[in-house]
């Protein structure tokens, strides 16, 4: 099936450093979103991203977060500076403009970020 | 504000026996998509199917299908004929009409043993 690609696998930065976490979606969705999660826990919405724009973000999404796809290529999440609380895996999904398929999403494999 | 709740944490069976996962949601909204997605050991996430709130019947995917009970607010995952590499934590999400933002629920872990 379409595969979404994260890159890199596992990231490991000091607290205060910038990471940025990539994304390669399928090739025709429209919508993206990055979601967190910590060890055992479920999945939480950080943001959804369409046509260029932020469309919806949650309560984690702090200011620090910021997203982009700059001309067609990764969808990306960079985090600036990073907290400790930011270690987590955080998942990058996307679907399609499609309404029989009701934004089924597509997750890539996830990237764990450790902040030490 | 939606919720998704999956009161079971773990669950075990025996191989090639059926299995069934609870979800509850809530909404105030009419129209919703409800979605059970796997998640191995490895970490991959995958979509497994998906019960549109305006149909009564429901859905099925291979070994998969749903116990959807609108005036409970309940959306059943039913594994049939299980096998071990069905093991794995099970989540269930909503996503109302026009929201693109999907709530998920904590998880069922699912363990199918010999």
């Known amino acids: 099936g379409p595969k979404v690609l994260q890159i890199p696998s596992h990231q490991i930065i000091d607290m205060g450093q910038m990471v940025t976490l990539n994304c390669d979606p399928v090739?025709?969705?429209?919508?993206f979103y990055w979601y967190k999660q910590i060890l055992g826990q479920q999945m939480e919405f950080l943001v959804n991203f369409y046509n260029g724009k932020v469309m919806e973000k949650s309560k984690l999404f702090k200011d620090q977060f910021s997203v982009e796809r700059p001309d067609g290529s990764y969808f990306t999440l960079k985090i600036q500076p990073t907290a400790l609380e930011d270690s987590a895996v955080y998942f990058c999904?996307?679907?399609?403009?499609?309404?029989?398929?009701?934004?089924?999403?597509?997750f890539g494999p996830g990237t764990r970020l450790t902040v030490l | 504000a939606q919720k998704v709740t999956q009161t079971q944490t773990s669950i075990s069976v025996v191989e090639k026996t059926t299995v069934t996962m609870d979800c509850v949601y809530e909404t105030r909204d009419s129209s919703y998509f409800l979605f059970w997605y796997k998640q191995t050991a490895s970490g991959e996430i995958v979509f497994l199917i998906r019960q549109d709130s305006y149909k009564k019947e429901n859905a099925t995917v291979g070994h998969y299908s749903l116990n959807f009970q609108k005036p409970k607010s309940s959306i059943g995952l039913i594994i049939t004929a299980t096998q071990i590499e069905d093991s794995a934590v099970y989540f269930c999400a909503m996503r109302v009409g026009g929201n693109y933002k999907p709530t998920f629920g904590k998880g069922t872990s699912l363990v199918v043993h010999p």
């Open positions: 090739s025709n969705h429209l919508y």
């Open positions: 999904a996307s679907s399609p403009r499609d309404r029989r398929s009701s934004y089924e999403q597509y």
